[in-house]
């Protein structure tokens, strides 16, 4: 491999780098301590004769002075010799060049042994990475034979496919024109009686869910009127009787989805396409959230609110209309500000705002939306703020980026249906928002609204014209 060979060529320069400095030390280390072995370089001599001797040639005696002068503390011996002459120590540096040789000498081991050290880390960590590159071959080498043994599995059913198909057309081939229409007219049988055999069984279920919901229903209110305090059997008002009897119509229809709606602080919103009825669907929630919750209309934010809406918006009577798009940028800056208020106040009452076509109203006036709409995910519940918002689609680009996630965790999406683009349909689904009785979440449930679920007749109910829901 490429790898072990650059990584030897690397170690080899190391080690011939080092052996040259080793080398280099040693000498210099052994030249220095040369002087050592040598007595007249290191001392002081003495030269000395017998007193009975001639004192030349070989008679003259040398020795080192300090040993001369030990024995001639035996006055024998000092009286027997003749002290010629004193030499001194040839080199008097010799003690200094030793403890320099020794530094040398030292110095050589441990740049020798910091290169054993280094390449036995080296060589170890070398060797890790080849064994974690082996693993990883071995991996692409597992990886691919699964992957062609997949793409031959994947080849022999389409093949079996391809031959299975082309042996039914063959089989059909040879049939005469007599069967071949003999086939056709009992296709026909089957499936016009797998038809009707689905249409009796929806029917049947049909049938037993409205039997029980109507026994539901039946048992609630049995069960609300014996649960009544006796404190609270005193007479109602007509208006209070009017809420009680709507209330329970709205909790009654297909488990009361329509009711946990109305009811929750949960930003609503109200998407579908034109002619779907998603903005009188909004009037008709508001108007019941007016009534029966006791929640006034704070700010209705449509350019349409006095035009094409006019018709539905009548009935609300709101604290305050925007139209423009400088009254619509103003409005949804307060509205910022109206909810920080009311959260620092704490309020036991509720009341709502209602905006229209958002999706539009972004164009106009851009950042101000996007910051209106991120603060209705977190800060209508804390102020009691019913927030309700109608568009066309629940696309990303519909709404402030980067608040998917927030939206489906914190809102109520209803898509509404239209039968040719201007008849509202019954039909509704519930996008996401509900949860069943363990807390799961629900979505994409399909669900139907009341033939009476409209802004005139629930205006018309709290004022003089009661709706009869069990017609």
């Known amino acids: 491999m490429q790898e072990i060979a650059e990584f030897n060529t690397k170690l080899t320069k190391q080690r011939k780098s080092s052996t040259l400095l080793v080398g280099v030390l040693l000498t210099c280390g052994f030249t220095a301590s040369i002087p050592m072995f040598s007595d007249s ?14 004192c030349k040639g070989f008679n003259i005696k040398r ?13 024998l011996f000092d009286n027997s010799i003749q002290v010629v002459k004193i030499l001194p120590p040839e080199d008097d ?7 320099a040789s020794s530094i040398f000498l030292l110095t050589a081991y441990g740049v020798s042994k910091a290169l ?8 170890h960590s070398q060797f890790k990475l080849l064994k974690i590159k082996a693993l990883e071959n071995d991996l692409l080498e597992s990886t691919h034979i699964d992957l062609f043994g997949f793409s031959k599995s994947s080849q022999a059913e389409i093949t079996k496919q391809v031959i299975a198909r082309q042996t ?3 089989i059909q081939a040879m049939k005469s024109e007599g069967e071949v229409q003999l086939d056709h007219l009992n296709g026909q049988l089957q499936g016009t009686l797998s038809i009707k055999s689905h249409q009796l069984q929806v029917s049947e279920l049909d049938k037993e869910t409205a039997k029980n919901e109507l026994e539901t229903a039946e048992i609630k209110r049995k069960l609300d009127k014996l649960n009544k305090p006796v ?9 209070e009787e009017l809420k009680t009897v709507l209330i329970d119509a709205l909790k009654g229809h297909e488990d009361g989805y329509l009711w946990k709606i109305i009811s929750s602080l949960k930003p609503l919103w109200l998407i579908g396409n034109q002619g779907s009825g998603k903005t009188y669907t909004a009037g008709a929630i508001a108007l019941i959230r007016k009534y029966c919750l006791d929640a006034p209309i704070y700010y209705l934010i449509d350019r349409h609110a006095t035009g094409d809406n006019a018709d539905v918006w009548k009935f609300l009577q709101s604290q305050n209309t925007a139209q423009t798009e400088e009254d619509i940028a103003a409005a949804m800056a307060d509205c910022g500000q109206y909810w920080l208020d009311r ?3 704490k309020p036991t009452d509720k009341t709502q705002i209602l905006v229209d076509e958002f999706t539009n109203l972004r164009g106009l006036v851009g950042d101000v939306a996007d910051t209106f709409f991120k603060l209705s995910l977190t800060d209508t519940r804390k102020a009691k703020n019913f927030f309700s918002g109608v568009t066309h689609n629940a696309t990303n680009d519909s709404f402030a980026p980067g608040t998917a996630s927030t939206r489906k965790a914190g809102s109520i999406l209803i898509e509404k249906f239209s039968a040719n683009g201007e008849t509202p349909l019954s039909r509704v689904v519930v996008r996401y928002g509900l949860v069943d009785v363990n807390g799961n979440s629900l979505e994409d449930v399909e669900h139907t ?5 409209h802004p005139q007749k629930i205006h018309d109910h709290f004022n003089g014209n009661k709706i009869d829901f069990d017609s």
């Open 343 to 345: 959260i620092k106040a």
């Open 116 to 123: 054993t050290d280094h390449q036995e880390k080296s060589i």
């Open 93 to 99: 540096k010799a003690v200094v060049w030793g403890l």
């Open 449 to 453: 609204l009341p033939d009476w679920f």
């Open 231 to 239: 404190s609270d059997a005193k007479p109602t008002s007509a208006n």
């Open 41 to 54: 370089i290191k001392h002081q001599e003495t030269l000395y004769c017998n007193t009975q001797s001639s």
């Open 168 to 170: 039914q057309e063959t």
């Open 63 to 75: 020795g080192i002075s300090y040993l001369v002068d030990r024995e001639r503390r035996n006055q």
